[in-house]
């Protein structure tokens, strides 16, 4: 591709919007497609977005674009400004091979067990997951997923299927290394009395005839698993595959259902992310010397009933924003410094952070866990003078830490959710007050 493929999906699903009413257009598109024995069931589901273009193989995706771009002359996307010349070469000798008959089946699935007359489990390889939507034979049927969401593209704003691309390449990324969990995605052969599949108990066959395979849960899944394969066409990876035979109601109260598990608090996962700044925080929060060992803590509840003092994600997002870091060995200095530093804190204030902090925390900020926004960047500008220890103390001792100070409103101490504004309002804040930096340098 010569540029992203994501902006060509933007402009066909844009092209597509514009055009869906056009029923000239969109036989047009068909005729010209079916010329390469595509069959036209698949053009449609394509046209209409129940096939997301997303989905498709690279040779399809030329074809159709070539046919679409043809058929309506929009600018926006021609063939040559998304396909290398190579990719258009064998774009154009594009031919299906062998149209399929009606009567054969679309897809067999082995190793089945059937759980229910409407559930079946297996499992798949990721080759196997990518060749059922080369195939076209998964569908988007968006009645029973969850919710899509309006884009603006160009000057418009349309209706399109909710992908997150950052997190397709964050787990395709990781299946891609072996380090991908496996998990369960869930295909639904719709029930509507016309459907046809059998399942022979003997041979643990699931045997599909000419019935769509709507994706209910795991399209994100999908696609990772068909960008990693793109990436590594010899990838092994895994995955547990649900196979079930609902109707558009019970297909809804399945999502329902999956949506209401216990969802994982959003920071105790970005607590779990491998970064470095993760890493400085759990050395601290698991040094041996550091006074704050075991008072650091992904959940607020913890905070609240005085349990922990403050949040992983202020310390971590702090880190970031005030030191600068590129390998293990940097981050575990700064780790280092930080203990020192965290601790000649609490020692001038031993009362209020080890033995009292509870009744502290009502007329005082000192301990509050956004403060630690200020002391990260106190400690941050401070790093590498001799004399360090000493401008901490005298820079603390000026500031008024009572929690009627008007200053902590201000600059957002008491904010909830904390961004990145806030932290450099704290920031500038707690440096405003350092004093005597430049003695004994």
């Not at 698949?42 to 771009?69: C, M, N, S, W």
């Not at 994600?313 to 020192?340: C, G, M, P, V, W």
């Amino acid at each position: 591709m010569k540029t992203k493929i994501e902006e060509l999906y933007d402009n066909i699903n844009l092209v597509l919007d514009q055009y869906s009413k056009s029923v000239k257009i969109a036989n047009k598109v068909a005729d010209t497609l079916m010329e390469r024995n595509i069959m036209k069931s698949d053009i449609d589901a394509v046209y209409r977005g129940a096939i997301p273009i997303e989905t498709v193989d690279r040779r399809f995706l030329y074809v159709f674009t070539k046919a679409l771009y043809e058929t309506t002359g929009e600018p926006l996307i021609d063939p040559k400004n998304y396909f290398t010349e190579i990719e258009i070469e064998e774009g154009d000798k594009y031919v299906v091979e062998n149209k399929v008959n009606i009567n054969d089946p679309i897809v067999v699935f082995e190793n089945v067990e059937k759980i229910d007359d409407d559930y079946y489990v297996t499992n798949m390889t990721a080759q196997q997951v990518k060749d059922l939507y080369d195939r076209m034979i998964v569908t988007y049927n968006k009645e029973t997923q969850r919710n899509t969401a309006l884009k603006q593209i160009k000057n418009s704003i349309i209706d399109v299927i909710n992908v997150n691309q950052k997190s397709v390449q964050e787990m395709a990324d990781l299946m891609v290394k072996g380090l991908f969990i496996r998990n369960t995605i869930t295909f639904n052969i719709l029930k509507t009395g016309k459907e046809e599949f059998e399942y022979n108990e003997k041979e643990k066959t699931l045997t599909v005839y000419n019935t769509k395979l709507d994706i209910l849960d795991g399209y994100h899944r999908s696609l990772a698993m068909i960008r990693a394969c793109t990436i590594d066409p010899e990838l092994h990876y895994i995955t547990g595959v649900n196979i079930t035979n609902f109707d558009v109601e019970k297909a809804r109260r399945f999502i329902t259902q999956e949506d209401k598990k216990n969802k994982i608090n959003p920071k105790h996962i970005k607590a779990f992310e491998e970064n470095l700044e993760n890493a400085i925080v759990k050395k601290i929060n698991e040094s041996s010397r550091c006074d704050l060992k075991g008072k650091i803590t992904t959940n607020v509840r913890a905070i609240t009933l005085n349990i922990a003092i403050v949040e992983q994600s202020i310390l971590a997002d702090s880190i970031k924003e005030f030191f600068t870091y590129k390998t293990r060995k940097e981050a575990d200095e700064i780790a280092n410094y930080l203990i020192e530093g965290f601790n000649e804190i609490i020692g001038l204030y031993p009362d209020e952070f080890l033995t009292n902090y509870t009744t502290a925390k009502k007329h005082s900020v000192i301990n509050h866990s956004n403060t630690f926004i200020g002391y990260v960047a106190l400690l941050s500008g401070l790093r590498g003078k001799p004399n360090w220890k000493e401008i901490l103390a005298n820079t603390l001792e000026s500031i008024d830490f009572s929690i009627d100070n008007p200053d902590w409103e201000k600059i957002g101490i008491f904010k909830n959710r904390i961004r990145k504004y806030d932290i450099t309002e704290i920031q500038k804040y707690f440096l405003s007050f350092i004093k005597g930096e430049n003695e004994n340098e």
